[in-house]
């Protein structure tokens, strides 16, 4: 079973998430300063770094860039709601993901699960990339497009032929903003005139398919007043 590293000042919060861990069938390690979390990732002795920003001696964000010198172990941070900053910088400096504080420990421990699978899957490599096999990986998305067949951490999901092609469009322009009628011209090849909503309906459907939380994803991110694209909380 995987070693899971809660590194936190808070000792209170450290315990109950040791306890949701344990539930789960989870070995843990605690740590109460980010140079202590370093340490134990030094020593190689876990699987996946929980990590708070906010700590005594050495922070999240130090921490973070120091563990990611030693080793690409995944790392989720734990982050105050009103943190935006704090996500961004830390998916910049190689996090792998963000769980917001009041967190859902239901949410935590898929997060948790999700983030080991796609490492062992990936071997830590992020990102996306296509390979020889024509499969385009983005995070814990594969897509294989031989085959039409879309796994989400290694756990192969269903979808209409539509969602499918809206997907492959996103996956296959990384980073790029496809506006509702962009969408409409790519994949259904008709004038885009009024059809707008159906292009919402059917990422909401993805969504609901792809991310863990689909009220905050990570894979297909709006891009207020212009369209949609894949990437940006996913890193």
């Known amino acids: 079973m995987s070693t899971v590293l809660v590194a936190d000042d808070d000792r209170d919060i450290v315990n109950a998430i040791c306890i949701y861990l344990k539930s789960d069938g989870y070995d843990t390690i605690k740590a109460y300063n980010g140079a202590d979390a370093v340490d134990i990732v030094r020593l190689g002795k876990c699987d996946l770094v929980l990590l708070d920003v906010m700590m ?32 961004i910088l830390g998916l910049n400096v190689g996090a792998d993901d963000y769980v917001t504080k009041p967190f859902n420990p239901v949410e935590l421990l898929a997060r948790v699960k999700s983030a080991l699978r796609r490492y062992q899957i990936l071997g830590g ?43 492959s469009l996103l996956m296959r322009n990384q980073g790029k903003v496809f506006s509702p009628k962009d969408i409409i011209r790519e994949v259904w090849h008709e004038d885009p005139c009024g059809q707008e909503n159906a292009v919402a309906v059917h990422i909401r459907h993805l969504r609901e398919k792809i991310e863990i939380n689909p009220s ?20």
């Open 216 to 235: 905050d994803p990570r894979y297909i991110v709006m891009v207020w007043g212009r369209g949609y694209k894949i990437g940006g909380n996913n890193g």
């Open 56 to 87: 005594p001696v050495m922070d999240g964000i130090e921490a973070m860039t120091e563990i990611r010198k030693l080793s690409n172990v995944p790392v989720i941070f734990l982050t105050a709601k009103a943190e935006d900053t704090d996500k």
């Open 125 to 167: 490599a992020g990102g996306m990339n296509q390979n020889a096999d024509n499969n385009l990986y983005c995070g814990g998305l594969c897509l294989n497009d031989s085959e039409k067949r879309l796994t989400v951490d290694g756990e192969e999901v269903s979808l209409t032929p539509t969602e499918y092609d809206i997907l």
